[in-house]
Protein backbone atom coordinates (compact mmCIF):
# COMPACT_ATOMS: atom_id res chain seq x y z
CA UNK A 1 0.00 0.00 0.00
CA UNK A 2 1.37 3.19 -0.90
CA UNK A 3 1.52 6.39 1.22
CA UNK A 4 0.91 8.30 -2.53
CA UNK A 5 -2.45 7.13 -4.58
CA UNK A 6 -2.22 7.09 -8.20
CA UNK A 7 -4.72 4.97 -10.61
CA UNK A 8 -3.33 2.13 -11.97
CA UNK A 9 -3.54 2.38 -15.35
CA UNK A 10 -4.63 5.41 -18.16
CA UNK A 11 -5.17 5.57 -21.93
CA UNK A 12 -5.49 7.29 -24.53
CA UNK A 13 -5.53 8.06 -28.22
CA UNK A 14 -2.50 9.08 -30.17
CA UNK A 15 -2.89 13.33 -30.42
CA UNK A 16 -5.46 13.44 -26.87
CA UNK A 17 -4.56 14.65 -23.27
CA UNK A 18 -4.41 12.41 -20.32
CA UNK A 19 -4.19 13.24 -17.07
CA UNK A 20 -2.60 11.34 -13.54
CA UNK A 21 -3.76 11.92 -10.14
CA UNK A 22 -1.68 11.63 -6.99
CA UNK A 23 -3.76 11.60 -4.10
CA UNK A 24 -1.50 12.17 -0.55
CA UNK A 25 -2.47 13.17 2.93
CA UNK A 26 -1.97 16.15 5.24
CA UNK A 27 1.40 14.73 6.52
CA UNK A 28 2.77 14.58 2.62
CA UNK A 29 1.32 16.60 -0.27
CA UNK A 30 -0.81 18.51 2.09
CA UNK A 31 1.55 19.59 4.38
CA UNK A 32 3.27 21.54 1.59
CA UNK A 33 5.43 19.42 0.66
CA UNK A 34 6.31 19.39 -3.26
CA UNK A 35 5.57 16.93 -5.61
CA UNK A 36 7.68 15.61 -8.20
CA UNK A 37 7.40 12.83 -10.87
CA UNK A 38 9.00 10.37 -13.18
CA UNK A 39 8.70 8.45 -16.22
CA UNK A 40 9.96 4.57 -16.48
CA UNK A 41 9.97 3.19 -20.03
CA UNK A 42 10.18 -0.24 -20.21
CA UNK A 43 13.14 -2.05 -19.10
CA UNK A 44 14.36 1.04 -18.23
CA UNK A 45 15.51 3.02 -15.33
CA UNK A 46 12.90 5.94 -13.83
CA UNK A 47 13.87 9.58 -15.18
CA UNK A 48 13.17 12.71 -13.58
CA UNK A 49 9.88 14.08 -15.62
CA UNK A 50 8.39 17.22 -13.77
CA UNK A 51 10.42 18.76 -10.51
CA UNK A 52 9.29 21.19 -7.89
CA UNK A 53 5.35 20.17 -8.81
CA UNK A 54 5.23 22.06 -11.97
CA UNK A 55 9.13 22.21 -13.46
CA UNK A 56 10.16 20.61 -16.40
CA UNK A 57 14.09 19.89 -17.00
CA UNK A 58 15.90 20.43 -19.97
CA UNK A 59 14.88 18.45 -22.59
CA UNK A 60 11.61 17.36 -21.52
CA UNK A 61 8.99 18.24 -23.91
CA UNK A 62 6.82 20.93 -22.81
CA UNK A 63 3.73 18.33 -23.70
CA UNK A 64 4.35 17.30 -19.74
CA UNK A 65 3.21 19.34 -17.33
CA UNK A 66 2.43 19.48 -13.46
CA UNK A 67 0.19 20.78 -10.86
CA UNK A 68 -0.89 20.34 -7.36
CA UNK A 69 -3.69 21.50 -5.39
CA UNK A 70 -4.76 20.93 -1.77
CA UNK A 71 -3.67 17.01 -0.86
CA UNK A 72 -3.38 16.41 -4.58
CA UNK A 73 -1.25 16.27 -7.86
CA UNK A 74 -1.63 15.75 -11.34
CA UNK A 75 0.68 15.09 -14.65
CA UNK A 76 -0.95 16.11 -17.82
CA UNK A 77 0.05 14.65 -20.95
CA UNK A 78 -1.21 16.87 -24.21
CA UNK A 79 -0.01 15.89 -27.86
CA UNK A 80 -0.11 11.73 -26.98
CA UNK A 81 2.43 10.26 -28.76
CA UNK A 82 3.90 6.37 -28.92
CA UNK A 83 6.43 6.82 -26.71
CA UNK A 84 4.83 8.34 -24.06
CA UNK A 85 3.86 4.77 -22.93
CA UNK A 86 5.07 3.86 -19.85
CA UNK A 87 5.15 3.92 -15.95
CA UNK A 88 4.55 7.33 -14.49
CA UNK A 89 5.32 8.07 -10.39
CA UNK A 90 4.87 10.79 -8.16
CA UNK A 91 7.14 11.46 -5.49
CA UNK A 92 6.76 13.62 -2.48
CA UNK A 93 8.25 14.26 1.11
CA UNK A 94 6.33 12.80 4.38
CA UNK A 95 6.52 13.96 7.73
CA UNK A 96 7.67 10.78 8.72
CA UNK A 97 11.14 11.71 7.58
CA UNK A 98 10.71 9.39 3.83
CA UNK A 99 10.80 10.25 0.52
CA UNK A 100 7.37 8.36 -0.81
CA UNK A 101 6.14 7.61 -3.75
CA UNK A 102 2.66 6.62 -5.54
CA UNK A 103 2.17 3.03 -6.74
CA UNK A 104 2.67 4.09 -10.16
CA UNK A 105 0.39 4.35 -12.99
CA UNK A 106 0.86 2.39 -16.66
CA UNK A 107 -0.06 4.75 -19.38
CA UNK A 108 -1.35 3.09 -22.45
CA UNK A 109 -1.62 4.21 -25.92
CA UNK A 110 -4.23 2.74 -27.45
CA UNK B 1 28.57 14.30 -17.89
CA UNK B 2 27.01 13.37 -14.60
CA UNK B 3 26.66 9.29 -14.23
CA UNK B 4 25.56 6.53 -12.14
CA UNK B 5 26.82 3.11 -12.02
CA UNK B 6 25.45 0.89 -9.81
CA UNK B 7 27.13 -3.01 -8.95
CA UNK B 8 27.39 -6.05 -6.85
CA UNK B 9 23.44 -7.16 -7.29
CA UNK B 10 23.26 -11.27 -7.55
CA UNK B 11 21.45 -14.01 -5.95
CA UNK B 12 22.18 -14.63 -2.40
CA UNK B 13 20.59 -17.01 0.00
CA UNK B 14 17.88 -15.67 2.64
CA UNK B 15 19.92 -14.90 5.79
CA UNK B 16 23.05 -13.76 4.01
CA UNK B 17 24.21 -10.44 3.25
CA UNK B 18 25.59 -8.37 -0.26
CA UNK B 19 26.62 -4.85 -0.78
CA UNK B 20 26.19 -2.71 -3.49
CA UNK B 21 27.60 -0.19 -5.20
CA UNK B 22 26.95 2.98 -6.86
CA UNK B 23 30.58 4.74 -8.64
CA UNK B 24 29.38 8.36 -9.84
CA UNK B 25 30.98 10.33 -12.32
CA UNK B 26 30.56 14.20 -13.07
CA UNK B 27 29.79 15.47 -9.70
CA UNK B 28 31.11 14.69 -5.95
CA UNK B 29 29.14 12.12 -3.73
CA UNK B 30 30.05 14.09 -0.82
CA UNK B 31 28.70 17.39 -1.45
CA UNK B 32 25.48 15.94 -2.45
CA UNK B 33 22.35 14.09 -0.43
CA UNK B 34 22.45 10.31 -1.90
CA UNK B 35 19.71 7.89 -1.71
CA UNK B 36 19.18 4.32 -2.85
CA UNK B 37 15.35 3.50 -4.39
CA UNK B 38 14.78 0.06 -5.12
CA UNK B 39 12.01 -1.60 -7.40
CA UNK B 40 10.92 -5.25 -6.55
CA UNK B 41 9.90 -6.93 -9.82
CA UNK B 42 6.22 -5.43 -11.32
CA UNK B 43 6.01 -3.44 -8.44
CA UNK B 44 6.49 0.17 -7.65
CA UNK B 45 9.11 2.20 -6.58
CA UNK B 46 10.19 2.27 -2.78
CA UNK B 47 12.20 4.49 -1.16
CA UNK B 48 14.88 2.97 1.03
CA UNK B 49 17.98 4.56 1.95
CA UNK B 50 19.39 8.41 2.24
CA UNK B 51 23.10 9.42 3.54
CA UNK B 52 23.04 13.47 3.67
CA UNK B 53 26.03 15.61 2.66
CA UNK B 54 27.04 16.14 6.57
CA UNK B 55 27.10 12.44 7.03
CA UNK B 56 23.16 11.48 8.77
CA UNK B 57 21.39 8.59 7.68
CA UNK B 58 18.06 7.64 7.67
CA UNK B 59 15.91 4.02 6.51
CA UNK B 60 12.96 2.94 5.50
CA UNK B 61 11.28 0.78 8.11
CA UNK B 62 11.50 -2.14 6.42
CA UNK B 63 15.27 -1.99 6.15
CA UNK B 64 15.95 -0.91 9.50
CA UNK B 65 18.79 -2.39 11.19
CA UNK B 66 19.43 -4.57 8.75
CA UNK B 67 20.89 -2.03 6.00
CA UNK B 68 23.72 0.36 5.99
CA UNK B 69 24.34 2.98 3.48
CA UNK B 70 27.67 4.49 3.38
CA UNK B 71 30.38 5.99 1.16
CA UNK B 72 33.94 6.24 0.31
CA UNK B 73 34.60 9.85 -0.55
CA UNK B 74 38.40 8.58 -2.40
CA UNK B 75 36.55 6.79 -4.95
CA UNK B 76 33.52 9.14 -5.30
CA UNK B 77 31.30 5.71 -4.98
CA UNK B 78 28.24 4.95 -2.20
CA UNK B 79 27.53 1.57 -0.62
CA UNK B 80 24.16 -0.35 0.57
CA UNK B 81 25.66 -2.85 3.05
CA UNK B 82 22.42 -5.57 3.14
CA UNK B 83 22.31 -7.73 5.72
CA UNK B 84 19.71 -10.98 6.96
CA UNK B 85 18.27 -10.97 3.70
CA UNK B 86 15.01 -11.41 3.06
CA UNK B 87 12.93 -12.98 -0.10
CA UNK B 88 10.54 -9.49 0.10
CA UNK B 89 14.20 -7.76 -0.06
CA UNK B 90 14.12 -9.26 -3.78
CA UNK B 91 14.45 -6.06 -6.38
CA UNK B 92 16.25 -4.10 -8.49
CA UNK B 93 18.15 -1.43 -6.70
CA UNK B 94 18.58 2.33 -7.68
CA UNK B 95 21.06 4.34 -6.63
CA UNK B 96 20.07 8.00 -7.38
CA UNK B 97 21.10 11.51 -6.23
CA UNK B 98 18.85 13.86 -4.31
CA UNK B 99 18.32 17.33 -5.79
CA UNK B 100 16.91 20.43 -5.04
CA UNK B 101 16.08 21.99 -1.11
CA UNK B 102 15.49 19.61 1.59
CA UNK B 103 13.41 18.00 1.74
CA UNK B 104 11.67 18.87 -0.92
CA UNK B 105 13.91 17.48 -2.64
CA UNK B 106 13.52 14.97 -5.91
CA UNK B 107 16.04 12.40 -7.31
CA UNK B 108 18.30 12.82 -10.78
CA UNK B 109 20.08 11.33 -12.18
CA UNK B 110 18.94 7.68 -11.68
CA UNK B 111 21.62 4.53 -12.17
CA UNK B 112 20.69 1.48 -14.27
CA UNK B 113 19.77 -1.03 -11.60
CA UNK B 114 21.47 -3.93 -10.07
CA UNK B 115 18.98 -7.13 -9.96
CA UNK B 116 19.19 -8.57 -5.94
CA UNK B 117 17.15 -11.75 -6.24
CA UNK B 118 17.11 -13.47 -2.82
CA UNK B 119 16.15 -17.37 -2.80
CA UNK B 120 17.05 -20.58 -2.06
Known amino acids: QSVLTQPPSVSGAPGQRVTISCTGSSSNIGAGYDVHWYQQLPGTAPKLLIYGNSNRPSGVPDRFSGSKSGTSASLAITGLQAEDEADYYCQSYDSSLRRVFGGGTKLTVL | EVQLVESGGGLIQPGGSLRLSCAASGFTVSSNYMSWVRQAPGKGLEWVSV???????YYADSVKGRFTISRDNSKNTLYLQMNSLRAEDTAVYYCARDQGQQPNSWFDPWGQGTLVTVSS
Open chain 2, 51 to 57: IYSGGST
